[in-house]
């Protein structure tokens, strides 16, 4: 790939742990991954997959042991680069002691800016991640949530190319991932290029164009999204209501389950090929109400589970179903069944 | 250079929020406090050991900043992971510990004008009312230029134990570092008798051994001048300009090792 923003070959790094006879512990096993200008990669993975070491070596905040990175073309290690660039690390710290104003002054001198540069840019910047109104406050006094919007707000000063972001929702309530989610699809839509890492798999469902799982260090799975998730619809979810008996009877024998839902409310599932249009055109003629249709797919966070369950490592993140993964709605929705109670947790 | 300078002012605003400068209420009081309780006792003398205890303070609260300080430059960042969104930035490591050295001298600078200033105001309500005759018959004037001297010698000196205190804190903990400059700067002290031992041991090893500490570790005796200047001794130029030289030598081989070191460390 000719125009790649970020470019990994054979990224090794191992550490050495143990104090008197220290033994190489591999971080990162021979990661080769490609992000195209402009794309919104997800970089995923359980915790201590190589997440974050991939981060610190594009930053160069560790070196590697072998193989090599670039940025926009350049090596990892060349300065001027930087200048294109946006970091926010995981659980960022900044200064205690300065203002999130006085924090942007100092990275606005270290990228270069004027000091006109920076008395428009940096208000602009601190508004745009709603924090303009705590500007003169001491960082000591922020929340954990509004020092992730300061360093969000370091992180798109110098107006970069590519974006680099570690874990980005850590920490924010609702609104602010609202936010964090606007603020990236804003970028992704003026062509900016954004490594996001996370484990927060909707947020990479919400965003990312492209994907890679990391396990144990190593890559698990790339490529766009659509690919990873086997979009390939694995069935049908029919919502009716005032179904009649006799009705009911007869669509029993083609769907998959039939699940009483709040009364009068029925969730019909078909199998891939069993038409849901005529299904809903047979039902509403028996007097029945259509309330949706869905299809049924497959979550990033069930590849994610199970690719990683395949590298030998689904105990760490993957063993325990999670709400909204697919095991997780099969087990609520035979509780809706059991109890007759509420519907069972859309699936798209 | 524009990356030096920002984070130089870092490091001094920094100072200035921690209350670094406190110290100097503290060094005020006890020369004022200092000051009216040696008028009452001592007769005639008082100004000399004005002249000594000033020179003394200003000393031991600049070496309290430069260890203290100094060892928690560059680790704090560290450990705090505060150099994470720094290194992103357009700035080389070696600019970072330059500017962190660069703030800090900054900051001892600052102290060290407040403190000389505060010297020569106590001298001058001290000598003031003082008969000429008198104050003819001291070994040098109350408000003498050559203090000067010594303080710019303190200064150099505390530039010096800046450099060792930055220069291990670029690879071990604040405690060990401090522990480190501390002990280097103790031995420093009698570097001078490390190059004359062979005069006292007879064991050809123990004298080698010491001579390479004498040409490793610093000579902090060369930057004391204090008893000379109070006694009204002349200190040449020519002494200070090579002192300086030394100093200068000294911290740029300093600086290149803990540049050296920090370029190549990997932040966990």
């Not at chain 1, 999204?225 to 049908?236: K, M, N, P, R, V």
């Not at chain 2, 001298?105 to 001290?126: G, P, R, S």
């Not at chain 2, 031992?197 to 000579?219: E, S, T």
Request: proline share 5%; net charge positive.
């Amino acid at each position: 790939m000719a125009d790649a923003a970020i470019r990994t070959r054979d990224l090794c790094k191992d550490y050495h742990v143990g104090f008197w006879r220290p033994r190489p512990y591999r971080a990162l096993d021979r990661l080769s991954i490609e992000v195209a200008a402009g794309d919104v990669f997800g970089f995923l993975g359980p915790n201590g997959a190589g997440k974050t070491t991939t981060l610190k070596l594009l930053m160069q905040l560790v070196f590697p042991t072998s193989g090599d990175a670039e940025i926009l073309g350049r090596p990892v290690g060349d300065v001027g680069v930087r200048r294109r660039i946006g970091y926010l690390p995981e659980n960022p710290y900044f200064y205690d002691h300065l203002t999130a104003e006085e924090l942007l002054d100092y990275y606005g001198r270290l990228f270069g800016m004027s000091a006109a540069d920076r008395r428009t840019r940096i208000p602009a910047t601190l508004d745009r991640l709603g924090i303009g109104g705590e500007r003169r406050l001491a960082l000591r006094k922020f929340s954990k949530g509004m020092l992730q919007r300061v360093g969000l707000a370091q992180a798109v000063l110098n107006d970069p190319d590519v974006l680099f972001l570690d874990e980005p929702m850590s920490g924010l309530d609702p609104l602010g991932r609202r936010d964090v989610r606007a603020l990236i699809l804003e970028l992704r839509d003026q062509g900016r290029t954004i490594f996001f890492s996370s484990h927060i798999l909707a947020d990479a469902e919400a965003l990312c164009s492209q994907v890679a799982i990391v396990a144990k260090g190593r890559l698990a799975a790339a490529g766009r999204l659509t690919d990873l998730q086997e979009f390939a619809i694995q069935g049908w979810e029919v919502v009716m209501s005032g179904v009649p008996a006799d009705a009911l009877e007869r669509v029993r024998a083609r769907a998959s389950r039939v699940l009483t839902v709040a009364g009068d409310r029925y969730v019909i599932d078909l199998p891939p090929d069993g038409r849901p249009d005529e299904l809903a055109r047979e039902l509403t003629g028996a007097g029945a109400s259509l309330i949706s249709v869905n299809p049924l797919r497959e979550t990033l966070e069930d590849v994610f589970v199970r690719r990683v369950a395949a590298m030998g490592d689904g105990a760490r993140e993957g063993s325990e179903p999670r709400e909204g993964s697919e095991p997780a709605k099969r087990r609520a929705s035979e509780r809706a069944g059991e109890g007759g109670g509420a519907k069972p947790p859309g699936k798209r | 250079m524009t990356a030096i300078r920002s984070v130089a002012v870092a490091v001094f605003r920094e100072s200035v929020r921690d209350r670094v400068f406190y110290n100097l209420v503290v060094f005020a009081v006890l020369l004022v406090a200092a000051s009216i309780l040696i008028g009452q006792l001592t007769a005639g003398q008082d100004v000399k050991i004005i002249k000594d205890l000033g020179l003394a303070a200003t000393s031991l609260f600049g070496l309290f900043i430069a260890v203290f300080v100094g060892i928690t430059l560059v680790s704090k960042e560290v450990e705090r992971r505060s150099v994470y969104p720094l290194f992103a930035k357009p700035m080389r490591r070696a600019e970072f510990v330059l500017g962190k050295y660069a703030g800090l001298l900054l900051t001892l600078f600052a102290n060290m004008v407040v403190m000389t200033a505060a010297i020569y105001a106590v001298l001058f309500f001290l000598s003031r009312g003082v008969p000429a005759n008198i104050q003819a018959a001291w070994d040098a004037p109350a408000m003498d230029p050559a203090l000067l001297k010594a303080i710019a010698l303190i200064y150099l000196n505390l530039a010096v134990v800046t450099a060792v205190a930055l220069f291990f804190s670029t690879y071990s903990s604040p405690m060990l570092s401090a522990v480190f400059t501390l002990g280097v700067y103790v031995a420093g002290q009698f570097s001078a008798d490390l190059k004359h031992f062979d005069v006292i041991v007879d064991a050809p090893a123990a004298i080698a051994v010491a001579k390479a500490c004498y040409y490793v570790l610093p000579d902090f005796a060369k930057f004391d001048v204090k008893l000379a200047v109070v006694h009204g001794i002349p200190v040449s130029g020519a002494y200070l300009a090579s002192t300086a030289a030394y100093a200068a030598m000294y911290i740029a081989a300093l600086l290149f090792g803990a540049v050296m070191i920090f370029s190549r460390r990997d932040f966990k």
